[in-house]
């Protein structure tokens, strides 16, 4: 990658009108306010300050690093007024730098010593709506409810009764994630929950070989999800098959080279998949975890592929097919690029 490129591209990436296919909410978390919560929480001794930033000001950290800070971001992350907090916080910063639509996803959480239940985690979530950039449609913001790969069967099905009966009531929930530490649980404890999901007509967007697992990629692959995220660890049968199959890739290059999935931005899977012309979407993943914004990521890949401003604005506006976005929503957003005074494809 030509550090000049990515220089010279930024720019345009920031002006870019973008779409937010896959940040969770506990990982866009700004530092300030996780700095904040943890030397509140250091005085009653549930975290160790030190350790947390220690921990966050480190660059590159092994996946297990990294959960193990989305553990200390739970200890600190656990009533329902800081859920709301984080929630507007994210908004304000993903419209800042001009996000138009995000498919926020976050793991409804319960906390019985706060009276939290996974409900009412996603009404605290959904409080977190109320602020400026949505009221003055700066921002369309959509929600994913995620599994927790730690999770059982039944808390599994839990999350999508729960996703179901919310958007239902009229929430804008849009689908459903599989997430979480990729060396814990298995491919079958979740299958009843996202089958259930599916019947349901939500769509899924689901985690996949972030680590290597040739059993459960083939079974993810057979199952065919609306989306992927990440795809690293395949073997050449199943890379022919994710290729065969066109299920679109949410790619996370920051992410993946700061969790040593990948070794550097030029040698990412994502260069063939664009050459191939198989659908991807350029995202984040946990922006705040890994100091990145969208617009730097689509400048990392627009100096990668060594983009034109057409290509990039092209690469852009294809998240909107790629989204879970209502068609009148996706017509607007269309809409958003078109009057935008971008270049375009
Ligand atoms: C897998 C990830 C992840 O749900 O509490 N999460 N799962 N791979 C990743 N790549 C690094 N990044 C984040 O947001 C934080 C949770 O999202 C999942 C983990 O379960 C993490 O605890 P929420 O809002």
New binding site residues.
């Given amino acids: 990658m030509d550090p000049e490129a990515f220089v010279a591209h930024l720019p345009l990436c920031r002006a870019l009108p973008k779409l937010e296919l896959h940040a969770?909410?506990?990982?866009?978390i700004r530092s300030s306010t996780l700095l904040e919560l943890a030397a509140e929480h250091s005085q009653n001794g549930a975290v160790s300050y030190p350790e947390l930033v220690s921990i966050i000001e480190k660059e590159k950290r092994s996946?297990p690093e990294?959960?193990k800070l989305?553990?200390l971001?739970?200890l600190v992350?656990t009533n329902h007024q800081v859920v709301t907090r984080i929630t507007r916080e994210v908004i304000e910063d993903f419209a800042a730098e001009n996000i138009i639509y995000v498919e926020l996803?976050?793991?409804p959480?319960n906390n019985p010593a706060v009276g939290m239940t996974k409900r009412s985690y996603m009404e605290a979530v959904m409080a977190g709506f109320n602020t400026d950039s949505i009221a003055f449609n700066r921002i369309y913001v959509r929600l994913i409810l995620?599994i927790?790969?730690r999770e059982t069967t039944e808390a599994a099905i839990e999350t999508v009764r729960l996703a179901f009966d919310m958007r239902q009531e009229g929430c804008e929930i849009v689908g459903i994630d599989l997430?979480?530490?990729?060396a814990i649980g298995e491919w079958k404890t979740f299958l009843p929950a996202l089958t259930l999901a599916r019947e349901m007509g939500l769509p899924l967007a689901l985690?996949c070989g972030?680590v290597h697992n040739p059993e459960e990629v083939k079974s993810i692959l057979d199952f065919h999800p609306e989306r992927l995220?990440?795809v690293c660890c395949l073997d050449d049968l199943e890379w022919q098959a994710l290729l065969a199959s066109k299920i679109p890739v949410e790619v996370?290059l920051t992410?993946n080279v700061a969790?040593l999935t990948v070794p550097c931005v030029a040698d990412h899977h994502f260069v063939e998949l664009y050459k191939a012309k198989h659908p991807i979407v350029i995202c984040t993943?946990?922006p705040g975890?890994?100091c990145t914004t969208l617009s730097r990521e689509y400048a990392l890949a627009a100096s990668c592929l060594d983009l034109v401003s057409e290509e990039v604005v092209k690469l852009a506006k294809e998240a909107i097919n790629l989204s879970f976005a209502e068609p009148q929503l996706k017509q607007t957003l269309h809409q958003l690029f078109d009057f935008s005074h971008l270049k375009q494809a």
């Fill in positions: 969770h909410l506990n990982g866009s996946l990294t959960f989305f553990g971001i739970r992350t996803r976050t793991t959480k995620s927790d790969r997430s979480g530490d990729p985690h972030e995220g990440h996370c992410s969790t993943d946990d975890i890994f």
